[in-house]
């Protein structure tokens, strides 16, 4: 059962039934998943004239039946609205959100009484990081005569969305396992991968440090004496 009068509107006798507002919360577009637990939503809502200039979000659990949880309010700009962490300090209710599923609506009324409610949209708010192991390439402290290495890594969580790596503090880039090094110069080198998940959450990079040495020694033959 979805939030009390998702998708629904009422009007005044005698005056059309004025069109739903449109809700939409910043998170990733296939799994929903935020790592903000104050997280913005956009709202597209009516501008035409005698359009009220505020409008309700309202966040309700995913239980049957659904229980209220937070009420916001924002005031929009021509018929954009977004729902920023000033509005969530403003709230009835809950100011922030837990780990868990959520479901909301956006309602705008008029001055001639009429209301709509959006259509619910599902999100879920996700603050735990995923890990990360690395499983393969040079151990730390190991010496190396190669200029080339590769580390193969993984990670336990489901939802990673990119893994990214860094050589040297060079800056972290979106890689793959069995991440591939060439033209390593003789030295320390230090290898770094973190995990990113479909919310936002990054890990803590796991690294590992070795060295590489091409250079031969100097052998010296001296006659006898």
């Known amino acids: 059962m979805?939030?009390?009068?998702?998708?629904?509107?009422?009007?005044?006798?005698?005056?059309?039934?004025?069109?739903?507002?449109?809700?939409?919360?910043?998170?990733?577009?296939?799994?929903?998943?935020?790592d903000d637990t104050t997280p913005n939503f956009t709202a597209t809502a009516g501008n035409?004239?005698?359009d009220n200039a505020t409008v309700t979000v309202k966040v309700?659990?995913?239980a049957?039946?659904?229980?209220?949880?937070?009420?916001?309010?924002?005031?929009?700009?021509?018929?954009?609205v977004t729902v920023t962490d000033q509005n969530w300090a403003d709230a009835t209710g809950l100011t922030s959100l837990s780990n868990a599923t959520f479901t909301a609506t956006v309602t705008q009324g008029d001055n001639v009484s009429n209301t709509a409610t959006s259509t619910a949209i599902t999100f879920?708010?996700?603050?735990?990081?995923p890990?990360?192991?690395?499983?393969?390439?040079?151990?730390?402290?190991?010496?190396?005569?190669?200029?080339?290495?590769?580390?193969?890594?993984?990670?336990a969580a489901?939802?990673?969305?990119?893994?990214?790596?860094?050589?040297?503090?060079a800056g972290f880039g979106t890689?793959?396992?069995a991440a591939a090094l060439t033209g390593l110069a003789d030295g320390s080198h230090t290898f770094r991968v973190r995990a990113v998940d479909t919310a936002g959450n990054v890990s803590s990079a796991q690294s590992r440090t070795w060295s590489v040495d091409r250079t031969a020694p100097v052998v010296s033959v001296t006659a006898p004496i």
């Open 131 to 155: 890990s990360v192991s690395i499983t393969a390439g040079p151990t730390n402290a190991s010496l190396s005569n190669l200029a080339t290495a590769t580390f193969e890594f993984s990670s």
């Open 158 to 169: 489901t939802d990673v969305a990119r893994f990214e790596c860094d050589l040297d503090g």
């Open 60 to 62: 309700y659990s995913t």
């Open 64 to 80: 049957t039946p659904a229980v209220l949880l937070s009420t916001i309010t924002a005031t929009r700009s021509g018929a954009s």
């Open 175 to 177: 890689c793959t396992s």
């Open 2 to 34: 979805g939030p009390p009068g998702a998708g629904k509107g009422t009007q005044a006798v005698g005056i059309a039934a004025r069109p739903a507002p449109v809700l939409d919360v910043v998170a990733d577009p296939v799994t929903g998943r935020t």
């Open 48 to 50: 035409a004239t005698g």
């Open 124 to 129: 879920t708010v996700d603050t735990t990081a």
